[in-house]
């Protein structure tokens, strides 16, 4: 029961009364932006030398395992004089690994982005401190015995636990500790390859799934960051430098486009036979600690008939876009660095995709431009180039990161005359993609557990609609004058056809002073009737202006349980019009209806009689149920 005394009485309106401002989040830049910038530069300079540490360990791991020497000197397995006991280093090697992921944390299994893309969307970008270890040692260890990944997914995995761990410490919102997992995982991509622009973009395609100054400017400058210590730590040369290829013939142009398009089905095809060979782990009945031991037996096998299989291979991709590989290593590259690597990361061991693609689609585009010039002598392409536009168009395709792809390979090998057949060969792909696949390389493994990752980017339609187009201009307006018993006898008359849930009390000039809940009047005490209605005021809650969006809008009523908030004029206290939340959803729905062409816009503006209920003449029939 509601007693008169118990309730805390609102002062009437007051001259230093100021409406609800617009929201800081909806300002786009902040002073919050300015030190998440600041925290996401002082991450990348510690991830980018946890990735030359990273460097550093596989190239360890590969001179013991290989060679029986301890040196950080640069090492591949190529060279390697062990001959058929080649094949028992990868089966040691994730022996380990299963065993670190059964009794470190299974997280460590995987190529990293997916498992990114998976905390962000459900886990509240939080991820477990001890993967910032577990994760980079488990993959040196996975790569440094023969594994065919490349360094780049751990080292995002490993960024991004930095930047959430880094987060989690500072206590700061779901949704900034996203933007510092997303900054810290691309800036170990932008400290690999000195990819600053297509690091940044991978964040925008594939983690952040936004694109916002208050997201952007924090990840762009970590992405700089750790694009300034690869120079420091790895050298100012192009990561996968390549002759100058020419300019591309219009002729040429149209093949390499049409090359797009086969690499984007052959992308598919490599993209679903990943997860296909998964499910057929699945039903080995073994524990799966043991399935990267399993799937290294094909690795060591592969890798003692052809060497270049194993391990990061970047040199693989340096030989490939020389243009110059022989036919015999061309299919090594694309065929057996395909099934070592397809069954080893379905195995569950730890490693990245982006290397092996690139490896994989290079190898298929000199392969198919080899075969266009015997078929089509006239068509002007290039090798080299057909190699490159491989490259980015089989990412494009697996991963749809199209202008992560196309930057990407633009960075890595300063070539400016590949744009345009890099720009044809990528939008092929990424188009019959679409076609093929219903998720991606990226997204097919958390999709299958009921996760949906968008795909597409639209601005925020609450953000292009302010409230002036959406409020009710004829709102129920309650004086303060009113008594409590008139008003709860006014709402039963009307009660089918009023139901907000709060009325909007203002004084006699239509000036705003506060909102009583209508539950409040119907269960008020018969003892306090007579009282005004500006005893059930119990707190100042916030009105909107005119002028802000549905979004701003949206924010104050989440942020204050509210299901109808009263529109102002300016920064005038005059009510023009009231928003509910049933306002927002419609003005929604209309907008798509009309984008889609489904039906006629219907406004949702209702002109209704507009009337102020004023003291003792509540109940004449001025205001009658009629009238209502």
């Given at each position: ?103 470190g944390s299974s997280a460590i299994r995987g190529h990293g982005i997916p498992e990114a893309m998976e905390k962000i969307i459900t886990g509240e970008s939080k991820i477990p401190v001890k993967l910032t270890f577990l ?326 339609v609450l953000q292009t609609i302010n409230a002036l187009t959406v409020m009710d201009d004829a709102p129920v307006l309650i004086c303060i004058d009113n008594k409590i018993g008139d008003i709860k006898q006014w709402l ?137």
């Amino acid at each position: 029961m509601i007693r008169a005394n118990s309730i805390p009485v609102s002062p009437t309106l007051d001259e230093n009364f100021k409406p609800e401002t617009i929201p800081e989040s909806e300002q786009p830049v902040t002073g919050r932006v300015f030190l998440l910038s600041l925290q996401a530069i002082l991450n990348a300079l510690v991830i980018g030398f946890i990735a030359k540490g990273l460097v550093m360990l596989i190239d360890l791991i590969t001179n013991i395992s290989f060679y029986g020497k301890f040196s950080f000197e640069p090492s591949t397995p190529l060279h390697n004089t062990l001959g058929w006991m080649v094949i028992l280093v990868p089966i040691a090697g994730s022996v380990i690994v299963g065993i670190m992921a059964r009794f470190g944390s299974s997280a460590i299994r995987g190529h990293g982005i997916p498992e990114a893309m998976e905390k962000i969307i459900t886990g509240e970008s939080k991820i477990p401190v001890k993967l910032t270890f577990l994760k980079p040692i488990s993959a040196a260890i996975s790569i440094g015995t023969g594994g065919p990944f490349g360094a780049e997914g751990p080292i995002i995995a490993t960024g991004g636990a930095f930047g959430s761990v880094s987060g989690q410490i500072m206590r700061i919102s779901s949704s900034e500790r996203k933007i510092m997992l997303a900054a810290g995982a691309c800036a170990g991509m932008a400290a690999i390859f000195g990819s600053p622009l297509a690091a940044t973009l991978l964040a925008i395609e594939l983690l952040l799934f936004e694109f916002s100054p208050k997201s952007v400017i924090p990840v762009a400058l970590s992405c700089a960051t750790g694009a300034a210590v690869h120079l420091v730590c790895f050298g100012n040369t192009p990561v996968f430098a390549m002759p100058d290829i020419p300019v591309a013939s219009g002729i040429a142009l149209v093949t390499y486009v049409a090359m797009g398009l086969a690499i984007g089905v052959i992308a598919a095809i490599i993209s679903k036979s990943v997860y296909l060979l998964e499910d057929y782990f699945e039903k080995i009945p073994v524990h799966w600690m043991w399935w990267p031991a399993i799937g290294a037996v094909v690795v060591g096998i592969t890798g003692y008939f052809a060497p270049s299989t194993l391990g990061v291979g970047y040199s693989n991709i340096t030989n490939l876009l020389t243009g110059s590989l022989p036919l015999s290593m061309l299919f090594i590259l694309c065929f057996l660095k395909y099934i070592s690597w397809v069954v080893a990361l379905s195995s569950g061991t730890s490693g990245g995709t982006l290397a092996p693609l690139f490896t994989i689609g290079g190898a298929t585009g000199a392969l198919i431009g080899v075969l266009v010039l015997q078929v089509f002598p006239g068509s002007e392409i290039n090798i080299a180039t057909a190699a490159l536009i491989g490259m980015a168009a089989m990412f494009a395709g697996a991963s749809r990161a199209i202008l992560t792809s196309i930057v990407f390979l633009m960075e890595t090998t300063a070539q400016p005359h590949a744009l345009l057949p890099l720009i044809g060969a990528c939008t092929a792909a990424y188009s019959v993609s679409f076609f093929l696949m219903k998720g991606s390389i990226m997204t097919e493994k958390i999709q299958r557990r009921g996760i949906r990752t968008p795909d597409v980017y639209k601005p925020d339609v609450l953000q292009t609609i302010n409230a002036l187009t959406v409020m009710d201009d004829a709102p129920v307006l309650i004086c303060i004058d009113n008594k409590i018993g008139d008003i709860k006898q006014w709402l039963l008359d009307n009660i089918n056809t009023y139901r907000d849930s709060s009325l909007i009390i203002t004084d006699k000039k239509e000036n705003f002073i506060g909102y009583v809940e209508t539950g409040k009047v119907f269960t008020a005490d018969d003892s306090i009737a007579s009282n005004s209605i500006q005893t059930l005021i119990s707190e100042r809650l916030p009105v909107v202006q005119e002028r802000q969006s549905l979004a701003a809008v949206s924010e104050v009523m989440a942020n204050y349980d509210m299901q109808c908030v009263a529109v102002i004029e300016g920064n005038n206290k005059k009510v023009k019009g009231v928003i509910t939340s049933n306002d927002i959803v419609q003005a929604y729905s209309n907008h798509y209806k009309q984008e889609n062409d489904y039906q006629v816009s219907i406004s949702v503006k209702r002109r209704t009689k507009k009337f102020l209920i004023k003291g003792k003449y509540f109940m004449q029939s001025k205001f009658s149920k009629e009238d209502i």
